[in-house]
């Protein structure tokens, strides 16, 4: 936990200029970043909890006495839709829960200016040469959000992270009656509610940039480009040698958000699933295996329950001798349940040929969220929570070369490895199930992240710092014998 001079030393101010007017609002950050992306390539992505300094924000949304919100600076693709539009949609017709509320967000310069170089990239100049193609333009773009969420993998329960999980999913199907696919659901996108009062739920989704309206202009393109996080991308969304990549569909969502169920608890809970199976799954985008775990590994898989200090792994074939004392049942059988559920879209080709037209059931049940809430809702329902409930361990690291990593996970996205079941082939089971999908030759893009790895390099914020005084007369400062801290959501580390 920071302490107190840490937390004033490491606060500075943030300008968010309005899009209608010259006001510009100012917000002091509290400590360092939440998050900052140490990845190569990508959108540069920072974040801060945040509140207002008095007077310069009007009508603050949030009712808690600390107005805190959550700001987040990002280098965006200028020719997609800006992510505050992607929320208003979402709520236009009031409060979705399940969803982060959008406060305000902003290009810093707008219009682009091509002279001016202090907040886009340099790829205008480049393309002066080589063409827009060449080299992408980057815009740089700041959001502000009125909901305050803690990181997924801080969960002060396990029953606590599949609230919020479920409340998220929730959220999911909301955005898809409105016509809009997340395509990015992972770990951090999927927050706990710091107020869940105020938010009307335990957990929302956040991080709208890759999310798309279908049915508007250019949503075919980018529905067959690749996006979201490698280790939680949808099996089909790994593109082989000579096929095109299908459109991204609601179910792809669904099944990241079984990547996401899976990964948190292997890497923040002990269990029984081996190192090399952890590597097979999550440190590449390998198609066999991936495959293979959620048809047959993923059974021999059980989280188990305690007060332990680390996520330690256990050996697989230990997990017969455990009781059920040992095992947190809940969450065990609902990820039992999820792989099922994402393996009935990838059942060998003979299987579909044999049983398709007699149970079309049994076959392809992510087309909606019905079975994948009911999932849910069966391990929520559960008699078998421990009692006390256990936290989060510290992330477990796998030691793996990251060189090793990015040669296989390039390799694979581009080329592929293995093969995928019937769902890579156009076979009868399979035109069913696609429809009418047109063909797109758009560019196929992915991010190559490390979830779970929450930098702390500090960044580079407009204004000067803050110091104690500034904290102080914005009205989060120690009351007489507190600390700062006791004032903060559970938030920082």
């Known amino acids: 936990m920071l302490d107190d001079n840490t937390l004033v030393a490491q606060s500075s101010t943030i300008m968010v200029p309005s899009k209608s007017d010259d006001k510009v609002e100012q917000y002091i950050t509290v400590g360092p970043p939440l998050f900052t992306s140490t990845a190569m390539l990508g959108r540069g992505t920072c974040t801060?909890?945040?509140?207002?300094?008095?007077?310069?924000?009007e009508n603050p949304e949030r009712s808690n006495e600390d107005h805190f919100v959550i700001i987040k600076d990002s280098w965006r693709d200028p020719s997609r839709r800006l992510e505050g539009e992607i929320y208003k949609i979402i709520h236009?017709?009031?409060?979705?829960?399940?969803?982060?509320?959008?406060?305000?967000?902003?290009?810093?310069?707008?219009?682009?200016?091509?002279?001016?170089?202090?907040?886009?990239?340099?790829?205008?100049?480049?393309?002066?040469?080589?063409?827009?193609?060449?080299?992408?333009?980057?815009?740089?773009?700041r959001c502000v959000l009125d909901s305050v969420g803690i990181p997924l993998s801080r969960f002060s329960s396990t029953r606590e992270a599949m609230e919020a999980i479920y409340d998220s999913l929730l959220g999911h199907e909301r955005m898809g009656e409105k016509k809009i696919l997340h395509r990015d659901i992972s770990i951090n996108n999927i927050m706990i509610s710091a107020y869940p009062d105020m938010e009307n739920c335990k957990g929302f989704l956040i991080d709208m940039e890759y999310?798309?309206?279908?049915?508007?202009?250019?949503?075919?393109?980018?529905?067959r480009e690749i996006t979201g996080t490698v280790q939680f991308l949808s099996v089909a969304r790994i593109r082989e040698p000579g096929q095109d990549v299908p459109a991204?569909?609601?179910?792809?969502?669904?099944?990241?958000?079984?990547?996401?169920?899976?990964?948190?608890?292997?890497?923040?809970?002990?269990?029984?699933?081996?190192?090399?199976?952890?590597?097979?799954?999550?440190?590449?985008?390998?198609?066999?295996?991936?495959?293979?775990?959620?048809?047959?590994?993923?059974?021999n898989m059980k989280v188990l329950r305690g007060n332990h200090h680390s996520?330690?792994?256990?050996?697989?074939?230990?997990a017969g001798e455990l009781d059920e004392a040992s095992i947190n049942i809940p969450v065990t059988r609902c990820i039992h349940r999820l792989a099922g559920l994402v393996a009935t879209h990838y059942q060998d080709e003979w299987i579909y040929e044999r049983y398709y037209d007699n149970d079309p059931d049994s076959f392809y049940q992510l087309q909606t969220h019905q079975h994948i809430k009911l999932a849910f809702r069966e391990a929520l329902d559960s008699n078998?929570?421990?009692?006390?409930?256990?936290?989060?361990?510290?992330?477990?690291?796998?030691?793996?070369?990251?060189?090793?990593?990015a040669q296989d996970t390039a390799a694979n996205l581009r080329t592929g490895t293995g093969?995928?079941?019937?769902?890579?082939?156009?076979?009868?089971?399979?035109?069913?199930?696609?429809?009418?999908?047109?063909?797109?030759?758009?560019?196929?893009?992915?991010?190559?992240?490390?979830?779970?790895?929450?930098?702390?390099?500090?960044?580079?914020?407009?204004?000067?710092?803050?110091q104690g005084a500034v904290l102080e007369a914005s009205g989060v400062h120690a009351s007489a014998g507190g600390k700062i801290q006791d004032r903060l959501p559970a938030i920082l580390d």
């Open 248 to 299: 991204h569909a609601t179910w792809n969502d669904l099944e990241s958000f079984f990547w996401s169920t899976a990964y948190l608890f292997i890497h923040h809970r002990p269990h029984t699933l081996s190192v090399d199976w952890i590597k097979r799954i999550f440190c590449g985008a390998d198609i066999a295996r991936r495959t293979h775990f959620i048809r047959v590994e993923v059974k």
């Open 48 to 57: 801060w909890l945040a509140f207002p300094v008095p007077g310069t924000v």
């Open 384 to 405: 078998s929570w421990p009692e006390p409930d256990d936290s989060a361990t510290a992330f477990r690291r796998i030691p793996i070369s990251k060189k090793r990593v």
């Open 311 to 318: 996520s330690e792994v256990y050996d697989t074939k230990k």
């Open 92 to 141: 236009a017709e009031g409060p979705v829960p399940g969803v982060a509320r959008l406060r305000s967000d902003v290009d810093l310069i707008d219009p682009p200016d091509p002279d001016s170089g202090m907040h886009r990239t340099i790829a205008h100049l480049l393309n002066k040469h080589y063409g827009p193609r060449k080299c992408p333009p980057r815009v740089h773009h």
């Open 419 to 466: 093969s995928h079941p019937a769902s890579g082939r156009k076979t009868r089971s399979k035109r069913k199930r696609e429809g009418n999908d047109g063909k797109d030759n758009s560019a196929k893009r992915a991010r190559n992240r490390e979830a779970g790895d929450a930098a702390t390099e500090s960044a580079v914020t407009e204004g000067a710092s803050t």
């Open 211 to 223: 999310a798309t309206v279908i049915g508007e202009p250019g949503s075919d393109g980018d529905l």
